[in-house]
């Protein structure tokens, strides 16, 4: 019944930005734990950002840390991706996710530690 709708990809080049959005309904999510995950063709989802509804503890991947920013806006059951300085490997289907009946101060990292899906956006960045 929770439904999360992802926007914002495009094709850019490498060192462009974007930033994707993530809005929820169905359900409040004021006390769940949000993230984005990633998936290049023939290659495992991964994890990229989590964040609480609040705003704290947000946590980042290795890959991106210090390009990409997670953030959220409880009055619009929105989160956000900005994406700076990307690369050709930031190639891939970004996916909102969100976990429900968790802590909601612990950063979720695994894909099996989310409930809810969003349907992905497409983000291709050439060289």
């Known amino acids: 019944q929770v439904q999360l709708v992802e926007t914002g990809g495009g094709l850019v080049q490498a060192g462009d930005s974007l930033r994707l959005s993530c809005a929820a309904s169905?359900?409040?999510?004021?006390?769940?734990?949000m993230g984005w995950f990633r998936q290049a063709p023939g290659k495992e989802r991964e994890f990229v950002a989590a964040?609480?509804?609040?705003?704290?503890?947000?946590y980042y991947a290795d890959s991106v840390k210090g390009r990409f920013t997670i953030s959220s806006d409880n009055a619009k059951n929105t989160i956000y991706l900005q994406m700076n300085g990307l690369k050709p490997e930031d190639t891939a289907v970004y996916y909102c996710?969100?976990?429900?009946?968790?802590?909601?101060?612990?950063?979720?990292?695994?894909?099996?530690?989310?409930?809810?899906w969003g349907q992905g956006t497409q983000v291709t960045v050439s060289s």
């Open positions: 964040i609480s509804w609040s705003g704290s503890n947000p």
């Open positions: 996710a969100a976990n429900s009946f968790g802590n909601p101060y612990h950063m979720y990292t695994n894909r099996a530690q989310y409930d809810y």
């Open positions: 169905g359900r409040t999510f004021s006390s769940s734990t």
